[in-house]
């Protein structure tokens, strides 16, 4: 018999989404922290954004698996750190985006289902 999901409507964490867009935007360029959620926003057409509360634990986490590696701007400073995706990183993001993609269309058929039958 099936476990009963309690999360609705999507069936995969917040911090488990962030890391995949994080593992995406990567793929495409090197990024900073605040930028990231700039481009996640914008991406979402401004609808939602991670909080840097949840994305900067979550650059510390990939670069302490070697999924990114992150420089400073200025050493000296240490105010703004770069990251790029490692090739680790890019095996890993193709990992987690093919096991994601059946958890983000059901979601969709959820929502979708929701919206033809109330509305």
């Given at each position: 018999m099936g476990r009963r999901n309690r999360q609705f409507p999507s069936?995969?964490?917040t911090t488990a989404f962030v890391k995949l867009?994080?593992?995406h935007l990567l793929k495409e360029k090197s990024h900073y922290g605040n930028e990231l959620i700039d481009e996640i926003k914008e991406r979402l057409?401004?609808?939602?954004?991670?909080?840097?509360?949840?994305?900067?634990?979550l650059?510390?986490?990939?670069e302490s698996n070697?999924?990114?590696?992150?420089?400073?701007e200025e050493p000296d400073k240490r105010s703004i750190r770069h990251y790029r995706l490692t090739d680790e990183g890019y095996e890993h993001y193709k990992k987690i985006k093919l096991s994601y993609k059946d958890i983000f269309d059901e979601s969709l058929a959820i929502i979708n289902s929701v919206l033809s039958d109330i509305y």
């Open positions: 069936k995969i964490s867009y994080i593992l057409d401004n609808r939602w954004e991670p909080s840097p509360g949840m994305v900067y634990p650059l510390r986490e990939l070697n999924y990114i590696k992150g420089w400073w």
